[in-house]
């Protein structure tokens, strides 16, 4: 296993072990699982998310800290739109679409008002970072 999948790990295990609540980097914060199937594997894949709500859905940004590229699970989202989410303790199925602007933009400064961190990051990248918008599907 990763670094990277390790550290995952652990933050899903603390995440699910304290109703949807971490430390670290994370406290305090509001953060997320994403469920989402593999572009290419078709397996299900778990990643820990910071977000924001925005009236009934959520946002989080493929920042991948501001590296060249974007995240995996961007890639999968874009496949496979039909995710599920955790929060708290709730668990719920959700249609990811990638935010056009003016929102993207919009979502990614509420997203830095919460996490200035995210204002770091698209400093370090000439790409435009993606905000994904999680809807409910009822």
Not at 119 to 131: A, E, G, L, S
């Amino acid at each position: 296993m990763s670094d990277l999948n390790e550290r995952n790990q652990r933050i899903i295990d603390e995440f699910r072990a304290n109703g949807g609540k971490v430390g670290g980097p994370f406290e305090g914060k509001t953060l997320l699982l994403l469920h989402t199937l593999g572009a290419k594997s078709k397996q299900e894949r778990i990643n820990p998310v910071a977000c924001i709500q925005n009236g009934d859905r959520f946002a989080v940004i493929a920042s991948k800290g501001g590296a060249p590229t974007n995240p995996d699970w961007y890639y999968n989202v874009v496949a496979n739109p039909q995710v599920t989410v955790e929060v708290g303790t709730e668990k719920f199925q959700a249609h990811a679409t990638v935010a056009e602007e003016p929102e993207r933009s919009s979502l990614y400064e509420q997203m830095v008002d919460v996490m200035p961190g995210f204002d770091d990051y698209r400093r370090k990248t000439t790409r435009v970072i993606p905000v994904i918008v999680l809807t409910r599907v009822q």
